[in-house]
Structures are given as C-alpha cells and as structure tokens.
Nanobody, 124 residues
C-alpha cells in the first residue's frame, strides 16, 4: 500500500503564490515506477486534473499551464505543486494521487492512491 499526505494549503489573495507538498510512503512505493499527480475539486464540480509527473515527463491542464509547476524530490519521495498567479477560480480542495505506471494520465480513475486533500482558497 501507498500512503500520501498533502500539506501547504491555505488562504491567499489573487496573484499570490503557494506551494503544495505531497509525501509518499509505503513498502511498495518506488519513485521510479510511480507517476504522481495533482487533482482538484471545487464544490459542486467534478474532480479535475491539474498536473502529473512521471520519471521523464510532466503534464499540465491548460487552465494552469504557465502558472503551476509540478516537481519531485525522489530522495524524499515527495512531489510539489508550485502555484503562482493564483486566481479565485483556483479555489478547491487539492488532492495528491499516485499510480504504478511510468506514464502520466489526466484520468482520475487511473490513480489507485489518494491523499486526504488540502484546501486552497484564493480571495479576490
């Protein structure tokens, strides 16, 4: 099993930056063979893809491209989401996800492991 713990959410103003972290652990977790991703879900809306990172590739939703950066510290089994130029429409619960595959995916059903989520609120 794999456990994911997010941190770094909070209340910020529009235009501010914010960095989310997700620490992965578990006997079967291997940083080389797991793809990590961030999804978000706003009230009344479906969970949507934000960004993903494999060993060799990063992928972003069009809505965050150029503003958000996903990265990982393989030595610490941690993935980050650096968010800049935040907008009120970025307000959501952000979830970290992992899947045992070496390719990224924007489909939330393809991820087996999920964190508990962290709230990001952007005020105008």
């Amino acid at each position: 099993q794999v456990q994911l713990v997010e941190s770094g959410g909070g209340l910020v103003q529009a235009g501010d930056p914010l960095r989310l972290s997700c620490a992965a652990s578990g006997r079967t977790f291997n940083t080389y063979t797991y793809t990590m991703a961030w999804f978000r879900q706003a009230p009344g809306r479906e969970r949507e893809f934000v960004a993903a990172i494999s060993w060799t590739t990063t992928d972003y939703a069009n809505s965050v491209k150029g503003r958000f950066t996903i990265s990982r510290d393989n030595a610490k089994n941690t993935v980050f989401l650096q968010m800049s130029s935040l907008k009120p429409e970025d307000t959501a619960v952000y979830y970290c996800a992992a899947r045992q595959a070496m390719t990224t995916s924007a489909e939330f059903r393809s991820y087996s492991y999920w964190g508990q989520g962290t709230q990001v609120t952007v005020s105008s």
